[in-house]
């Protein structure tokens, strides 16, 4: 049994699949059910010779019976005794703020960490009392969808050839037969890749579809440019899907950018912007989050138990200091070097291209409820902060005024804790683009991660909102 994993990765190095990853740390992986799933994963796609190698028939990681709690404390024992248990693998981080903490607890912790919880009087809610419930609950099958809007159960042309009539026909998101994205469900990746080439072939005069670099495992990495080519238009970049498990990001820029794109004509800020925007950045990790592993974070860089790098900490401004492991094991694990991997490459080379006039650079993440700006390397603001603060707390307004939540606004560094690595200190530090945000989605810790699809429609909404504000103001 021990030989197997070895035999096969001499097999893949041979030819060449991973020729990518020979500056990776020679760290030898734990004999753990994971990493025989990575390999399961490689192998299926070995035998099959395909690209969508994490698409066969193996064992999903499951989640039955873990939890996730939110739990309160301010000393120094509840924050050791937390690291403890992350070290442990018994609990991970989910999110929270510096008072409470959601963290995951793996199911055959529960009990026992309710009884230390009693004894050290850490006080703690249930959130999601069985995770894997509430991820089989997340997403309606797309089928399903496509069968109703088959049946005629919903309105379904929401757009003309040419160019859509009403803003309601836009916001009656349904299933097209032209492309299979909807905003009623989570999509796999080709589904928003497809979204993205019917945009380009449809709207050949404003839509140009561009591959800005291949992932680790050799997919695509999309951006799609939206202009109309005049002169002296604002550059602005956004990106979704940095974090694998973060499907609510790759779900509210592809909403944006069909709502750019639908309101094109009638909108005089919408057409004074040239758009660049990749809605999955980490397409290997989204894969993974959909077909094994629904908490997946990092890319997928590597085999086994410690596979995968921290594209949102591999950014090359102050890389490496605090809130960055260096551990492959560890979620926030920050690569080899800078720029090691080919996802925060792809970014690096397309923006760093001259006489781009970038005016702003949006980064989608979740979750929290954040906009977040520069820096996150430490608690320290930029000499403008109040210039990107001024133009944020636009953005919390306009958020609230389509309905949304109050969304926190600050520097990153402050607001929640440093993490170095971060591609808005990149876009702002070395690119010098001035207004450089991290948007943190919905929710505010009720679902974390496992937001169900029906607030894919208010999230993104709100998130177009703040897009729409802070371009406005840039
Ligand atoms: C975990 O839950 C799924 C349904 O969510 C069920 O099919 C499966 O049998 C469960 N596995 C275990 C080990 O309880
Ligand atoms: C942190 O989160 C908790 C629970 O969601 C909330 O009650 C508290 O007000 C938050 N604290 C801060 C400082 O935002
Ligand atoms: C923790 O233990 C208490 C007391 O036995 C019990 O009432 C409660 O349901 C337990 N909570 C969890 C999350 O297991
Ligand atoms: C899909 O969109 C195209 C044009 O954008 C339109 O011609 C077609 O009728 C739509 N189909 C459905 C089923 O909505």
Known sequence: ?????????????????????????????????????????????????????????????????????????????????????????????????????????????????????????????????????????????????????????????????????TYRQ??????????????????????????????GETYPQICSVKTIGSSVQGRPIKMIKISNGRAGNKA?????????????????????????VLKYDSDPLLESVDWYITPVLNPDGYEYSHNVDRLWRKNRRGSGFCTGTDLNRNFGHKWGGPGASANPCAETYRGNSAFSEPETTAVRNFISQPNIPWKAYLSFHS????????????????????????VGQKAVAAIQQVGGPRYALGSSGKLLYPATGGSDDWAKGTMGIKYAYTLELRDNGRYGFVLPAHYIQPTAAEAYAAVRAIVSEV
């Open 236 to 260: 602005i970049w956004m990106d979704g899907g940095i974090h694998a498990r973060e499907w609510i990001s790759p779900a509210s820029v592809t909403y944006i950018i069909n709502q750019i």
């Open 367 to 390: 979750y929290g409820q954040y906009i977040l700006y520069p820096w996150g390397f430490d608690s320290s603001v930029p000499a403008d902060y109040r210039e990107l603060d001024r």
């Open 1 to 165: 049994m021990w030989q197997l994993p070895v035999t096969i990765a001499v097999v893949l190095l041979s030819q060449g699949i991973y020729s990518r990853n020979t500056g990776d740390p020679g760290f030898l992986p734990s004999p753990s059910i994971n990493w025989m799933r990575g390999v399961a994963a490689r192998m299926s796609r070995n035998n099959n010779n395909e690209q969508t190698m994490d698409e066969g028939p193996f064992d999903r990681v499951m989640y039955n019976n873990s939890q996730v709690w939110k739990a309160c404390g301010t000393d120094d024992k509840f924050q050791q005794e937390l690291a403890k248990l992350k070290n442990n693998n018994m609990i991970a981080m989910w999110g929270g703020n510096v008072t409470c903490l959601d963290i995951m607890v793996r199911a055959p912790y529960v009990k026992k960490l309710n009884e230390s919880f009693g004894k050290s009087k850490i006080n703690f809610e249930v959130i999601i009392e069985n995770l894997q419930d509430a991820i089989d609950n997340e997403n309606p099958p797309v089928e399903t969808l496509e069968l109703d809007n088959r049946q005629g159960k919903k309105p379904s042309n929401r757009m003309y050839l040419g160019r859509p009539k």
């Open 170 to 199: 836009v916001e009656a998101d349904s299933v097209n037969e032209s492309h299979r994205l909807s905003w009623q469900a989570y999509h796999r990746l080709t589904d928003i890749h497809g979204y993205l080439d019917y945009l």
